[in-house]
Each structure stands twice: as C-alpha cells, then as structure tokens.
C-alpha cells in the first residue's frame, strides 16, 4: 500500500538549516509529481513545496521561497527538503504526499521545531 514516512526534522535555533527526508512507498515513485506540507501549532495544513515528475519542476510558498529547495532521488524512491535560514514561524509537522492525489495516507510526519 502506499506509504510515506517522514525522517531529519528536529530542534534548531533561527537562522539554521536541517535536511528532511520522505521514503515513499506502494507506488512508482518516479511516475508521480510530490509535495510537502506542514501544519504549525493551532494552524490549517499548507503546501510548502512540490516538485514534478521526470523534469523536476519546482514549486514553494511565497513564505519559504529562496530558503527551502525541495528535491528528489527517484532511485531511492526519496524525497528531500533543504530548509536554509529557518524562521520561528516554520515551526510545524511537516508531511509528504503525491501532489495529485487526495487519497493517499498521510504519514507521521516530521516535527520541526525552530526556537532560540
């Protein structure tokens, strides 16, 4: 069955960095466009970042543009999220997902937590 799992968030002070990881599963990987999401405390979920199929076309959010670069190793089947310059306001779970596809289960999601 198709399956996400979310790896590499953590606590780390503003202005940092830190790499998350998304191991999918049950599906061909490289066949389908991704995404990450996250949900901050007390807030609605939000696309962060997706990035298409076969060539790797990028998306971001006005609020992580130029700090988040999302990538992918279709041989791993591997998704990644390079966050740069963290802000208080990226605090949240952050989730991975098909772009395209509103029945997939969502993951555990990672916890990020930025504070000084």
């Known amino acids: 069955q198709v399956q996400f799992v979310e790896s590499g968030g953590g606590l780390v002070q503003p202005g940092g960095s830190l790499r998350l990881s998304c191991a999918a599963s049950?599906?061909?990987?490289?066949?389908?466009?991704m995404t990450w999401y996250r949900q901050g405390p007390g807030k609605e979920r939000e696309l962060v970042a997706s990035?298409?199929?076969?060539?790797?076309?990028?998306n971001y959010a006005d609020s992580v543009k130029g700090r988040f670069t999302i990538s992918r190793d279709d041989a791993k089947n591997t998704m990644y999220l390079q966050m740069n310059s963290l802000e208080l306001k990226d605090t949240a779970v952050y989730y991975c997902?098909?772009?395209?596809?509103?029945?997939?289960?969502w993951g555990q999601g990672t916890q990020v937590t930025v504070a000084s």
């Open positions: 997902r098909r772009r395209d596809s509103t029945n997939d289960p």
């Open positions: 049950g599906f061909l990987f490289s066949y389908y466009a």
């Open positions: 990035i298409t199929a076969t060539t790797s076309k990028t």
